[in-house]
T-cell receptor, first 112, second 113 residues
Framework: NAGVTQTPKFQVLKTGQSMTLQCAQDMNHNSMYWYRQDPGMGLRLIYYSASEGTTDKGEVPNGYNVSRLNKREFSLRLESAAPSQTSVYFC???????????FGSGTRLTVV | GQQLNQSPQSMFIQEGEDVSMNCTSSSIFNTWLWYKQDPGEGPVLLIALYKAGELTSNGRLTAQFGITRKDSFLNISASIPSDVGIYFCAGMNYGGSQGNLIFGKGTKLSVKP
C-alpha cells in the first residue's frame, strides 16, 4: 500500500539549476496536485491535474511547470531555481472532486 | 481568492485536557475536511464533512460543519502525547469532477505529559 510516492525526499540546488520532482500514485486516482508548504503559510496549490491529459494553474504557479505523464504520474519541474522556491513540496491525489486528498510524505527542497 | 482563518495558531496543553480549534471562511464551502500533519510527513485526513450542521466523530476527535457553511470546528477530547502535530482545516467547493482544497494555516498542538 504505497499510496502517493514522492522522490527525492531531500534536495539542495544552487540558484539557476533545474530539477524535476517526481510523484506517483497507485490508487487509480483521477486527480493529482502539487502543493508547497512554507512556515506560517499553510499549504498553497501550485498546479493540479483534474484528469490524465489536463493540467491547470493553482494559486502560486510562477516558476514551475508540470507534466501529467500518465494516470499514475505527475511531475513538477523547476526550470531555474530561486531561493524563494525553498520549501517543502507535497504531491496529493484524489479519486474525484469532493473526496479528501491523499498526500505523499514530501520533498524538502533548499535553494542556495 | 478564498481564505480560511484558522485559530488558534498554536496551543500548549496538558495531557488529558480537551482541545478546540476552529476555521472560518469568507465564503461558503460544501465540504470541510480536517487533516493532521506529523513532523516530516504529509497531512493525513482525519474527518470529512459534507453537510451543513453535520457532526462527525473519529475516536476522540469530533468535527462539525457549521450551519452557515462558512465555518468548521474540531474538538479533541482527553489529549494524549501522540496528538502532537499540526492540524489543518480545508474547505472545498466541487462541481462536476473537480474540486480544489483551500487550506487554513494550521494549528500547532503541543501536549505536555
Amino acid at each position: 500500500n504505497a499510496g502517493v510516492t514522492q522522490t527525492p525526499k531531500f534536495q539542495v540546488l544552487k540558484t539557476g539549476q533545474s530539477m524535476t520532482l517526481q510523484c506517483a500514485q497507485d490508487m487509480n486516482h483521477n486527480s493529482m496536485y502539487w502543493y508547497r508548504q512554507d512556515p506560517g503559510m499553510g499549504l498553497r496549490l501550485i498546479y493540479y491535474s483534474a484528469s490524465e491529459g489536463t493540467t491547470d494553474k493553482g494559486e502560486v504557479p510562477n516558476g514551475y511547470n508540470v507534466s501529467r505523464l500518465n494516470k499514475r504520474e505527475f511531475s513538477l519541474r523547476l526550470e531555474s531555481a530561486a531561493p524563494s522556491q525553498t520549501s517543502v513540496y507535497f504531491c496529493a491525489s484524489s479519486a474525484r472532486g469532493g473526496d479528501g486528498y491523499t498526500f505523499g510524505s514530501g520533498t524538502r527542497l533548499t535553494v542556495v | 481568492g478564498q481564505q480560511l482563518n484558522q485559530s488558534p495558531q498554536s496551543m500548549f496543553i496538558q495531557e488529558g485536557e480537551d482541545v478546540s480549534m476552529n476555521c472560518t471562511s469568507s465564503s461558503i464551502f460544501n465540504t470541510w475536511l480536517w487533516y493532521k500533519q506529523d513532523p516530516g510527513e504529509g497531512p493525513v485526513l482525519l474527518i470529512a464533512l459534507y453537510k451543513a450542521g453535520e457532526l462527525t466523530s473519529n475516536g476522540r476527535l469530533t468535527a462539525q460543519f457549521g450551519i452557515t457553511r462558512k465555518d468548521s470546528f474540531l474538538n479533541i477530547s482527553a489529549s494524549i502525547p501522540s496528538d502532537v502535530g499540526i492540524y489543518f482545516c480545508a474547505g472545498m467547493n466541487y462541481g462536476g469532477s473537480q474540486g480544489n482544497l483551500i487550506f487554513g494555516k494550521g494549528t500547532k498542538l503541543s501536549v505536555k505529559p
